[in-house]
């Protein structure tokens, strides 16, 4: 059974900092690219970073760069989100997402910016 099991979402003022991180099962971690998602309310869902399956390359959207940074861990089938100097806007709920011959999505964390 697939799954992915996002955690680590909450309330943080602006500038703060929290990391997400979901936890992969059911499939072969390592050959899939890995993605979080944010979806605002009354908003669509967007890809807000991804990382490659080795874990060579990472890819954000623009109005992040420079303060979250997405890693993996292929051997703990694990991918982590570091989000940094929050902004309201970054209020959201965050999906994480396996994608390769299928597409998995887990249930999503919210996250809360502020004051």
């Known amino acids: 059974q697939v799954q992915l099991v996002e955690s680590g979402g909450g309330l943080v003022q602006p500038g703060g900092s929290l990391r997400l991180s979901c936890a992969a099962s059911?499939?072969?971690?390592?050959?899939?690219?890995m993605g979080w998602y944010r979806q605002a309310p009354g908003k669509e869902r967007d890809l807000v970073a991804a990382?490659?399956?080795?874990?060579?390359?990472?890819n954000y959207i623009d109005s992040v760069k420079g303060r979250f940074i997405i890693s993996r861990d292929n051997a703990k089938r694990m991918v982590y989100l570091q989000m940094n100097s929050l902004k309201p806007e970054d209020t959201a709920v965050y999906y994480c997402?396996?994608?390769?011959?299928?597409?998995?999505w887990g249930q999503g964390t919210q996250v809360t910016v502020s004051s």
């Open positions: 997402n396996a994608l390769f011959r299928s597409s998995y």
């Open positions: 059911g499939f072969t971690f390592s050959d899939y690219v």
């Open positions: 990382i490659t399956s080795a874990g060579g390359t990472a």
